[in-house]
């Protein structure tokens, strides 16, 4: 069943992004994500303190103070713990993910597939392309030993350069919500509006991340801030430049994204394990069990931690 209108679909189209408004009820589905990672939390803090990385387990600290009080006394960020996917660099047979059931009928959403069937049809698979961000605030930021911010703003990119050539033609779909309401100030992202007309551009790695370098930003116009509302979402062509904004505020910007593409094309990290989401012609391959979902992720974990993770994208350090 499709939510958006044709002259959605086609600004989607022309501008290569779209946000829409109350896809998710805060108050229900982001509530119930909000609870599964109070645990992921705790489970963070107590392997800490048990290691002796921190000095106390900040129990009494609601989550955000929590998340940078331990943040701050580890000198570390510990992203991976939240993430319901695992790591492309780096796996090892112990290497934290959280792929909860809330997080899991986040992804199934009705009114999220409902939108997403607007843009590219009713055969839905969901790519293992996931991240749950946690940005605290840059003042609040452990650094390295080069004084470098260990978590600060996304560099300009596109996602098509996270795939591999062979994926290029599939149309992968990027949809970003926020946990708590995205603002300039806090860190919400920004979008060269058309850019995805200029197609693939090159990229160069930053700690194994793809970015744009300046001599090849060669684009009119400014960035379009997109500020994003608890409940609503960002939806982005594969190509379209987009980046972050630094965070500013008092607070963490939490926001999750992933993406979709038609069942019928090109898979993008085949060695992760993605599902079929909605399909209308083959309705009983939908996994609807999110224990199943977890469990072929730690089945990924275990070959993979053994066998080392394929090449995933084309650049290189040079």
């Not at 290029?168 to 992202?189: H, I, K, R, S």
């Not at 982005?236 to 069942?263: G, L, V």
């Not at 992760?272 to 609807?288: I, N």
């Amino acid at each position: 069943m499709t939510l958006l209108t044709q002259e959605q679909v086609e600004e989607f189209g022309d501008r290569g992004y779209l946000v829409i408004d109350n896809i998710f009820d805060p108050e229900t589905d982001l509530k119930r994500i909000e609870a599964e990672y109070l645990g992921v939390l705790e489970r963070l803090a107590q392997e800490l303190y048990a290691q002796g990385k921190i000095k106390s387990l900040y129990a009494d600290l609601p989550f955000e103070q929590r998340l940078i009080a331990i943040y701050q006394d580890s000198g570390k960020v510990h992203c991976q713990y939240f993430n319901p996917s695992l790591p492309v660099i780096g796996l090892r047979e112990n290497s934290p993910y959280w792929a909860g059931p809330a997080v899991f009928q986040a992804l199934r959403h009705k009114r999220l597939l409902d939108a997403i069937e607007s843009i590219i049809g009713g055969e839905i698979y969901a790519a293992p392309i996931l991240y749950s961000r946690f940005n605290p605030p840059e003042h609040l930021t452990p650094h390295d030993s080069m004084g470098r911010l260990l978590l600060g703003k996304t560099l300009i990119h596109q996602d098509n350069a996270g795939l591999l050539p062979e994926a290029d033609e599939t149309q992968m779909l990027t949809v970003w919500f926020p946990m708590n309401d995205a603002t300039v100030e806090n860190g919400c992202l920004c979008v060269w509006a058309g850019s995805h007309h200029l197609g693939l551009l090159p990229h160069r790695l930053d700690g194994g991340r793809p970015y744009i370098p300046t001599e090849y930003l060669n684009i009119s116009g400014e960035p379009v801030p997109v500020p994003v509302k608890q409940g609503s979402v960002l939806f982005m062509d594969k190509r379209t430049i987009h980046a972050s904004y630094p965070n500013y505020s008092q607070e963490i910007r939490w926001s999750f994204d992933c993406r979709y593409n038609p069942t019928n094309q090109p898979k993008v990290r085949e060695f992760f394990p993605g599902f079929v989401a909605r399909s209308y012609q083959h309705p009983q391959t939908e996994l609807q069990d999110p224990r199943e979902w977890d469990r072929q992720w730690r089945k990924a974990r275990e070959k993979l931690a053994k066998e080392g993770t394929p090449k995933f994208h084309r650049w290189t350090e040079d």
